[in-house]
């Protein structure tokens, strides 16, 4: 069975991964959290000695802890883990959210080895942002001071992995955060980092305390691990891989100079660049893009096919605007087709209105009563113009046939776009990419996955689109239109931001495939290391060799303009 899916989901679902970094990765998030109770002591197990043994290790090393009170103590059913919950306030105790410190311990059940910890210190509390430096050191610290300074050698160095806050919105109107940066301990095997796991999770506070941590140990005794020095030298592999045949051409109307989580104050500038393919991983022996599952080479016939056509529209321009919650409602009514909006909708349970001044976008997010619907409306807060909306429906995939054909649904994409897509949109790429979905591999138990996980069937079609200029794609010039199998009506759609004209470079006289594959040769990098393959809480047995493209120091393309290898640094978590 083959399945479409637009340009973004493809790169998140196949072994593909995109030119630039995902906008998701290292974001700081904001997650609201009510204040816990501790009033009730029903789950009080004797604590295991092993377990005891971890505890009075861990509070030596965080001595706040000694402070806290037993409030549960429980081994955690189908799992063969122990949980242990403390606080500041006994059970008897009146509850008062304010001045409440909290902490959640996981241990082995049967060894008593830490596998995590979570705690929130009243006294902590604060909403500045930690430096990576404090960050990297305070972990690699306590991951040296818990298993001594020979068993730190089983990982690597740390590396800084995004940031986050925890708040406890009171009552009375205000609120109290918990601001945390992420460090993360790659497991070393055979001197080779493992991606995808195995090694230690920690994060670290503005004063330098360790307030998160998680690490499940794997056992190593009867593990088969593939010998380095079975791989071809790095640069036979790439000169496998970088060919004129995976070299694309295109326009970016505002290429930052670095990619960071916000690009409010990050300079840009319209670029035609060139960009090569680059594949998650690749055989360590014949170059060839492999399965991350399986850790087979991609079978030709199993990579994703690509289907391109131009598309020509006299484009009215219409503008969308939002400028409250009640205008979003309007339009998830009007546009997206759910007539009773106004007083079906509500705002959604977990959404907590923050006025962050640094974002230059509002969210709008619903849901109903019964939790079965969720949209949302993102707008530009400067001119409230809609950049994305959707309305989902929490239901089964149809098992009946569709009831409108992707050509009729296609028909509709245009139709929308005709009415609201920029001026400029007067010539699109349409794209659409299908692949053959991959065998899952043996060491897979199906049985063990979630119910209904292995269903891809859906109950929208969606459709991608980028503007072109002189013949040439513009990327961050997109537009997604989703419409719905069963209705035919649009359901979901991404807008570029409307324009009457682009400032582009000429595409005359650019610089061949030929002169831009020897500048990416000469400049990307590939590392040999491990990935060690995951699906659904499931571990393959074995770790695979691989390489992989070197991004650490950001992600190049080769100006077509110039001939010169452009390299843009990544600075997710800033400080």
């Given at each position: 069975m083959?399945?479409?899916?637009?340009l973004a989901a493809l790169l998140l679902a196949s072994s593909l991964v995109p030119a630039v970094?995902?906008?998701?990765?290292?974001?700081?998030?904001?997650?609201?959290?009510?204040?816990?109770s501790v009033k009730s002591t029903e789950h009080l197990a004797p604590i295991p000695p092993a377990v005891q043994k971890s505890m009075d290790k861990l509070f030596s090393l965080q001595p706040e802890l000694k402070r806290l009170h037993v409030t549960g103590s429980y081994p955690s059913e189908g799992?063969?883990?122990f949980v242990v919950t403390l606080s500041n306030q006994k059970p008897e105790e009146a509850w008062?959210?304010?001045?409440?410190?909290?902490?959640?311990?996981?241990f082995d059940n049967s060894t008593g080895e830490l596998l995590g910890f979570d705690l929130q210190i009243w006294e902590w509390a604060s909403d500045k942002m930690p430096s990576r430096q404090l960050t990297l050191e305070a972990a690699d610290r306590f991951l040296t001071e818990w298993f001594g300074a020979e068993n730190r050698q089983k990982f690597g160095k740390p590396e800084s992995n995004g940031a986050g806050s925890s708040t406890t919105h009171h009552d009375d109107g205000t609120k109290t955060t918990w601001a945390t940066r992420h460090a993360e301990f790659p497991l070393v095997l055979n001197g080779l980092p493992v991606s995808g796991g195995g090694g230690p999770h920690l994060g670290v506070d503005s004063f330098g305390h360790v307030v998160n941590y998680t690490y499940t140990p794997i056992d190593l005794d009867n593990i088969s691990v593939p010998k380095p020095d079975t791989a071809r030298p790095a640069e036979e592999i790439k000169q496998k891989a970088v060919t004129a045949d995976s070299i694309d051409v295109s326009y970016i109307e505002a290429q930052p100079e670095k990619y960071t989580r916000l690009s409010v104050n990050t300079k840009t500038k319209p670029v035609l660049r060139y960009d090569f393919q680059r594949y998650g991983y690749l055989h360590p022996v014949?170059?060839?893009?492999i399965d991350t599952l399986s850790g087979k080479e991609i079978?030709?016939?199993?990579?994703?096919?690509?289907?391109?056509?131009?598309?020509?529209?006299?484009?009215?321009?219409q503008p969308i605007i939002v400028r409250s919650e009640d205008e979003a409602k309007q339009l998830i009514g009007q546009l997206l087709g759910m007539a009773d909006a106004r007083t079906k909708l509500r705002t959604a349970e977990h959404r907590v209105p923050e006025n962050n001044e640094d974002?230059?976008?509002?969210?709008?997010e619903f849901d109903t009563e019964d939790h079965q619907i969720f949209s949302y409306v993102l707008v530009d807060k400067r001119t409230g113009q809609v950049q994305h909306a959707s309305v989902q429906v929490n239901r089964e995939p149809q098992e009946q046939a569709a009831k409108v054909t992707k050509e009729e649904a296609y028909a509709t994409a245009l139709s929308f776009l005709q009415t609201y897509a920029s001026p400029t949109a007067k010539q699109l790429e349409s794209i659409d990419f299908s692949w053959e979905e991959p065998e899952l591999p043996a060491w897979v138990d199906k049985s063990k996955l979630p119910e209904?996980?292995?269903?891809?069937?859906?109950?929208e079609y969606s459709f991608f689109f980028q503007e072109m200029h002189q013949g040439i794609p513009v990327q961050d010039r997109s537009y997604q239109v989703t419409v719905d199998k069963q209705t035919g009506k649009v359901v979901g759609f991404s807008l570029a931001v409307p324009k009457e004209k682009l400032e582009l470079p000429d595409a005359k006289n650019i610089v061949t495939k030929t002169q831009a594959v020897t500048m990416f040769l000469k400049n990307e990098a590939l590392k040999l290391q491990y990935i060690w393959p995951q699906y659904m809480n499931q571990r393959a047995p074995a770790p695979i060799l691989v390489y992989g493209w070197d991004n650490s120091k950001g992600y190049g393309y080769v100006d077509a303009t110039t001939g010169e290898y452009v390299n843009v640094p990544v600075e997710w978590d800033e400080e």
């Amino acid at each position: 069975m083959k399945y479409s899916l637009p340009l973004a989901a493809l790169l998140l679902a196949s072994s593909l991964v995109p030119a630039v970094p995902a906008l998701a990765a290292g974001t700081e998030s904001e997650i609201a959290q009510p204040a816990a109770s501790v009033k009730s002591t029903e789950h009080l197990a004797p604590i295991p000695p092993a377990v005891q043994k971890s505890m009075d290790k861990l509070f030596s090393l965080q001595p706040e802890l000694k402070r806290l009170h037993v409030t549960g103590s429980y081994p955690s059913e189908g799992d063969g883990r122990f949980v242990v919950t403390l606080s500041n306030q006994k059970p008897e105790e009146a509850w008062n959210p304010k001045g409440l410190s909290n902490a959640h311990l996981i241990f082995d059940n049967s060894t008593g080895e830490l596998l995590g910890f979570d705690l929130q210190i009243w006294e902590w509390a604060s909403d500045k942002m930690p430096s990576r430096q404090l960050t990297l050191e305070a972990a690699d610290r306590f991951l040296t001071e818990w298993f001594g300074a020979e068993n730190r050698q089983k990982f690597g160095k740390p590396e800084s992995n995004g940031a986050g806050s925890s708040t406890t919105h009171h009552d009375d109107g205000t609120k109290t955060t918990w601001a945390t940066r992420h460090a993360e301990f790659p497991l070393v095997l055979n001197g080779l980092p493992v991606s995808g796991g195995g090694g230690p999770h920690l994060g670290v506070d503005s004063f330098g305390h360790v307030v998160n941590y998680t690490y499940t140990p794997i056992d190593l005794d009867n593990i088969s691990v593939p010998k380095p020095d079975t791989a071809r030298p790095a640069e036979e592999i790439k000169q496998k891989a970088v060919t004129a045949d995976s070299i694309d051409v295109s326009y970016i109307e505002a290429q930052p100079e670095k990619y960071t989580r916000l690009s409010v104050n990050t300079k840009t500038k319209p670029v035609l660049r060139y960009d090569f393919q680059r594949y998650g991983y690749l055989h360590p022996v014949t170059g060839k893009p492999i399965d991350t599952l399986s850790g087979k080479e991609i079978d030709k016939n199993r990579q994703p096919s690509v289907s391109k056509q131009e598309v020509t529209l006299q484009p009215k321009g219409q503008p969308i605007i939002v400028r409250s919650e009640d205008e979003a409602k309007q339009l998830i009514g009007q546009l997206l087709g759910m007539a009773d909006a106004r007083t079906k909708l509500r705002t959604a349970e977990h959404r907590v209105p923050e006025n962050n001044e640094d974002n230059p976008q509002q969210m709008y997010e619903f849901d109903t009563e019964d939790h079965q619907i969720f949209s949302y409306v993102l707008v530009d807060k400067r001119t409230g113009q809609v950049q994305h909306a959707s309305v989902q429906v929490n239901r089964e995939p149809q098992e009946q046939a569709a009831k409108v054909t992707k050509e009729e649904a296609y028909a509709t994409a245009l139709s929308f776009l005709q009415t609201y897509a920029s001026p400029t949109a007067k010539q699109l790429e349409s794209i659409d990419f299908s692949w053959e979905e991959p065998e899952l591999p043996a060491w897979v138990d199906k049985s063990k996955l979630p119910e209904g996980i292995l269903e891809n069937q859906s109950n929208e079609y969606s459709f991608f689109f980028q503007e072109m200029h002189q013949g040439i794609p513009v990327q961050d010039r997109s537009y997604q239109v989703t419409v719905d199998k069963q209705t035919g009506k649009v359901v979901g759609f991404s807008l570029a931001v409307p324009k009457e004209k682009l400032e582009l470079p000429d595409a005359k006289n650019i610089v061949t495939k030929t002169q831009a594959v020897t500048m990416f040769l000469k400049n990307e990098a590939l590392k040999l290391q491990y990935i060690w393959p995951q699906y659904m809480n499931q571990r393959a047995p074995a770790p695979i060799l691989v390489y992989g493209w070197d991004n650490s120091k950001g992600y190049g393309y080769v100006d077509a303009t110039t001939g010169e290898y452009v390299n843009v640094p990544v600075e997710w978590d800033e400080e």
